[in-house]
Nanobody, 125 residues
Framework: QVQLVESGGGLVQPGGSLRLSCAAS????????MGWYRQAAGKQRELVAT???????TYADSVKGRFTISRDGAKNMGYLQMNSLNADDTAVYYC???????????????????WGQGTQVTVSS
């Protein structure tokens, strides 16, 4: 019912920057929360950053001060600005949303949890 498409990944040199985008589409009344997660080869998926509909953000300690999460509620878009990238940031980055399909779902806080397909970020010289 909800589709997420990430974009903006790629190969970047250490110290460089990338901006990831997440486009949400489908049956969406509103999006409660958006988040970015990442999974490096051989490791478990981990939280990178989240943002609520009111703009409250959380970050993993490893990215604080380097990454910035944002969203455009009117366009159902989410973003992750990544600066000062290093090799430890190499991973597949996934967008996640908690969204309401109808007003009734919003009132009752019944949300859909949706994942995107992921976008590869590789930091290497």
């Amino acid at each position: 019912q909800v589709q997420l498409v990430e974009s903006g990944g790629g190969l970047v040199q250490p110290g460089g920057s990338l901006r990831l985008s997440c486009a949400a589409s489908g049956r969406i009344f509103s999006i409660y929360g958006m988040g970015w997660y990442r999974q490096a080869a051989g490791k478990q998926r981990e939280l990178v950053a989240t943002i609520t509909s009111s703009g409250t953000t959380t970050y993993a300690d490893s990215v604080k001060g380097r990454f910035t999460i944002s969203r455009d509620g009117a366009k159902n878009m989410g973003y992750l600005q990544m600066n000062s990238l290093n090799a430890d940031d190499t991973a597949v980055y996934y967008c996640n949303t908690q969204s309401y399909v109808t007003y009734a779902d919003y009132v009752n806080h019944r949300y859909l949890n949706t994942w995107g397909q992921g976008t590869q970020v590789t930091v290497s010289s």
